[in-house]
């Protein structure tokens, strides 16, 4: 998972997954936003599956309203690969850093 950043009002967060064998790679990621007393609300996600690849990004984001100033950070839930060893997935999010960012015209 990687910081939070923003680019043409748009705030966006990536995470990648990097395997040292090629099969059908599955990796979902979201942007959440902080909201109050520990709620975190998912604003975007994205997810890439596909066949013989050892890597692969996804990157989520969302269009804010000019003027924001939000606590905003990464999340990955699906982490997996299969080929013929077998099957390989880690269970559970992984959270990525925290990042305060105001949305600009």
Not at 8 to 13: A, F
Not at 75 to 102: I, M
Request: with cysteine; charged share 20%; glycine share 10%.
């Amino acid at each position: 998972m990687y910081k939070p950043f923003t680019v043409d009002r748009m705030i966006k967060t990536s995470a990648s997954l990097v395997c040292n064998q090629k099969g059908d790679i599955r990796l979902r990621g979201y942007l959440l936003q902080y909201r109050a007393l520990g709620i975190w609300v998912a604003k975007a996600a994205e997810e890439y599956s596909g066949p013989g690849a050892s890597a692969t990004v996804v990157t989520a984001e969302w269009k804010c309203s000019v003027g924001d100033n939000q606590l905003y950070r990464g999340r990955v839930t699906t982490r997996q690969l299969k080929n013929s060893n077998g099957t390989w997935f880690a269970s559970g999010p992984v959270e990525g850093p925290e990042q305060r960012l105001t949305c600009r015209a």
